[in-house]
């Protein structure tokens, strides 16, 4: 289905074990081991999440085949950051609008008192 | 699969087709007609696309169901940039890096002409 780059990407991340790998990638290069480690899940269904994380392009893993680790990549993020950003100015706007509601309900708050 | 909110977010994003009507959106609200012009796909391909985005919370749709227009709801991209910010530091040190490399490129450059 995911055949696009981008896609790809967002595809990878849509899987919490996968997420929770990065954020433990983020701290420090880690075995197949040392990522099961915390979850309850087979070595090889780690494996298999590494090879989706590998292809889009979000961890890169070493040749040694008995130490082989795996080390995140953030430049797939970056892609992704660069495609939300013309997004920001809707969030950006919500923060705004709450903001000078909040700030209406403060002044109102302060005539009535 | 997709069982958790982020899951679900990034999962509906993993789709050209649906990115590509979030970016219409974010242009202006635009009924399923509207939305399946551009493309060559069919107005029930175009719905189930929309009923992805909208249980991700990425878009509403209005009641009215003659002219039921969509919108589109940036609350979710808030959440995926929250989840991505930690993440920042690696591409920004990776750019660091890179910028450090083409200022040395330079000034060898400078000592060689």
Chains 1, 2 share one sequence.
């Not at 915390?38 to 590998?54: C, D, G, Q």
């Not at 040694?64 to 990549?73: D, F, G, I, N, Y």
């Not at 013309?86 to 000078?100: K, V």
Request: glycine fraction near 2%; charged fraction near 25%.
């Amino acid at each position: 289905m995911a055949t696009d780059r981008l896609s790809e990407i967002f595809a990878a991340l849509a899987d919490p074990t996968r997420r929770a790998i990065l954020a433990r990638l983020a701290e420090s290069d880690a075995t197949v081991n040392e990522l099961a480690e915390p979850f309850s899940i087979s070595l090889p269904a780690i494996s298999r999440h590494l090879k989706v994380l590998e292809k889009a392009g979000l961890i890169t893993r070493s040749r040694s085949a008995q130490w082989r680790s795996s080390s995140l990549r953030a430049e797939p993020l970056a892609e992704v950051a660069a495609w939300m950003d013309p997004y920001r100015q809707f969030w950006d706007e919500n923060l705004d609008r709450l903001e000078a509601h909040l700030k209406q309900l403060q002044s109102q708050e302060g005539k009535s008192s």
